[in-house]
């Protein structure tokens, strides 16, 4: 159906991670989803892999995911990076698209993740 493609979860929830990435997966089979619990360990990965989204949990302990996703998008500026967060305060949604990052509201559903995939790649 589609080319294989790379996915990064950071997000400080195990739970999180397993819900998206079971979403992902059963949607996108061949795609490859790694994940990181915190922005150090995603910076780290992203520098050994260049992944295709980035999908990044706004409260995280250390760096919040608007301070990682600035980071990201410096050195990634082809990947998509998405903000999906709990806090959908208008300031959150700005700053975010400010930095490039699309937006994705918590709690995570496969609709909400496929949809975002979806479009992304209809748009490549």
């Known amino acids: 159906m589609s080319q294989k493609r790379s996915v990064l979860l950071v997000?400080?929830?195990k739970f999180a991670r397993l819900l998206v990435k079971a979403f992902i997966t059963s949607n996108f089979a061949d795609?490859?989803?790694d994940e990181a619990e915190e922005a150090?360990?995603?910076q780290a990965m992203a520098a050994e892999?260049?992944?295709d989204y980035l999908v990044i949990d706004f409260n995280m302990p250390g760096m919040n995911g608007l301070e990682l996703g600035e980071k990201?998008?410096?050195?990634y500026p082809d990947a998509a990076i998405?903000?999906?967060?709990a806090n959908i305060q208008k300031e959150i949604q700005n700053k975010a698209a400010g930095l490039g990052m699309d937006f994705i509201a918590k709690p995570p559903t496969e609709e909400k993740?496929?949809?975002y995939l979806k479009g992304k790649e209809a748009g490549r």
């Not at 998405?82 to 967060?85: E, G, K, P, S, V």
């Open 113 to 115: 993740i496929c949809d």
């Open 11 to 13: 997000d400080d929830s």
């Open 31 to 33: 795609w490859r989803v």
């Open 82 to 85: 998405a903000l999906l967060t």
């Open 40 to 42: 150090e360990k995603a």
């Open 72 to 75: 990201l998008r410096a050195a």
């Open 49 to 51: 892999h260049a992944y």
